[in-house]
């Protein structure tokens, strides 16, 4: 299949990875991109931190290759909500019922946070109310801050929910953060680890509510209470919401493709001949870990998105070229660097082979059978380095071990 045009649904981190691989490997066929927003997405990481704590702009949080945009030779159409896909022709449909052609399309519309129902609300849309995903959100809660809320109420304690948590005590607010769940993480880590989130974020002030969840919220223009299920009222000004993110698959509803949790490609990305999807609406099958699975982070996404890019170049020959990344990430808050690299499955056992939970300073391995799956550091950064590289080869539980030796 000759392709001479490329369509990239999505100005994300990964639709502009997958653009930027296109051109390393010598494509010199056009290349359009496509997104709802009307100026390029920013980067995402410091809006939960340097943003909001005020020592970076809204402005400044670029993502790393929007000064590169006019190498790449790219047609930026922004602005324009995508609403359709053929997958016979590769036809792109916009919202504006005009459509876009190519020989090849790259899926990259990421995802969207999600909102709390606003029948919590009766109805209505109270100010002080925020989601935290593009440089406007970050700047509206900004300002909100500014104005020096007696209380900021952060709903969820996942790793946004926990560094906003962070970045507003920082600041020297009030800070209640609410987790539906027994413990923070728990979903995604074992026990152990959730507890020392929590304990780290009690040292630091913050009111955390565990094993409940939000019923009301009372207001008459702007949120003033958030009233919890077991009946607690909470007085807040601000409100934060960090319950987890929805893929972009809306437009994608007439394709015939599989979409569950996110669009379903296969083990090298590809939803469909010359349909490729990278980033936070892919779920593909990582054989690295022998599961499905969808990676909301910055790294999967400039590498998936790479890997779009040269798989799609590759044809028939790129059939073999399986995406098995080792997903990796990091959060800061207060004082504590934490970096996770691996895949953890909250019944993983967890091992502390270095340091310890008590002094906020530990290296954690997570074994599942007689394989180490995944390390966790706080304030560690060189073992976890280290092993991520040792486990793209499937490391086993005593060479992990014999590390720390």
């Known amino acids: 299949m000759s392709i001479d045009r490329i369509t990239i649904v999505?100005?994300?981190?990964?639709?502009?990875?997958?653009a930027e691989a296109l051109r390393e490997q010598g494509y010199d066929g056009a290349i359009t991109v496509i997104d709802a927003a009307t100026a390029l997405p920013p980067d995402r990481p410091p809006l939960s931190k340097a943003v909001l704590i005020g020592?970076?702009?809204?402005?400044?949080?670029?993502?790393?290759?929007?000064?590169?945009?006019?190498e790449l030779d790219l047609t930026m159409v922004l602005g324009q909500q995508v609403t359709s896909l053929d997958p016979g022709t590769r036809g792109v449909g916009l919202a504006d019922g005009s459509s876009v052609d190519g020989d090849a399309v790259v899926i990259a519309t990421g995802s969207s946070p999600r909102h709390l129902p606003l029948e919590l609300s009766g109805g209505k849309i109270l100010a002080g109310v925020h989601v935290l995903r593009t440089a406007e959100d970050a700047q509206a809660l900004r300002d909100d801050l500014d104005r020096s809320p007696s209380r900021v109420v952060v709903i969820g304690a996942g790793f946004i929910g926990a560094e906003v948590a962070a970045s507003c005590r920082s600041r020297g607010l009030s800070v209640t953060m609410i987790e539906t769940q027994p413990l923070p993480l728990q979903r995604v880590l074992p026990g152990p680890i959730g507890e020392f989130v929590a304990d780290l974020h009690r040292e630091q002030g913050v009111d955390v509510r565990l094993g409940v969840g939000v019923s009301e919220l009372r207001g008459v223009d702007r949120v003033e209470q958030v009233v919890l299920a077991d009946g607690a009222i909470i007085e807040a000004s601000v409100v934060v919401v960090g319950i987890g993110v929805v893929p972009g698959t809306g437009w994608l509803a007439d394709t015939g493709f599989e979409i569950i949790n996110g669009v379903r490609s296969?083990?090298?990305?590809?939803?469909a001949p010359g349909i490729m999807a990278?980033?936070?609406?892919?779920?593909?099958?990582?054989?690295?870990?022998?599961?499905?699975?969808?990676?909301?982070?910055?790294?999967?996404?400039?590498?998936?998105?790479a890997h779009v890019g040269r798989r799609l170049l590759a044809g028939a020959a790129g059939a073999h070229m399986a995406y098995r990344p080792v997903p990796w990430f990091w959060s800061d808050q207060y004082d504590r660097k934490i970096q996770l690299a691996g895949r953890v499955a909250p019944t993983d056992e967890v091992v502390v082979v270095d340091g310890s939970i008590e002094e906020r300073r530990f290296v954690a391995l997570f074994r599942r059978d007689d394989r180490c799956v995944a390390v966790l550091g706080v304030n560690r950064p060189r073992h976890v380095v280290q092993l991520r590289m040792k486990m793209s080869e499937r490391l086993p539980w005593a060479d992990a071990l014999a590390h720390f030796a």
Do not use: H, K, Y
Request: proline content about 5%; some cysteine.
């Open 55 to 70: 020592t970076m702009e809204p402005a400044d949080a670029r993502q790393p290759m929007a000064s590169r945009l006019n």
């Open 10 to 18: 999505g100005a994300s981190l990964a639709g502009l990875s997958a």
């Open 278 to 305: 990278a980033g936070d609406v892919c779920e593909w099958p990582n054989d690295l870990f022998g599961e499905l699975m969808r990676v909301e982070q910055w790294e999967n996404a400039i590498e998936q998105g």
């Open 266 to 271: 296969d083990a090298t990305c590809q939803v």
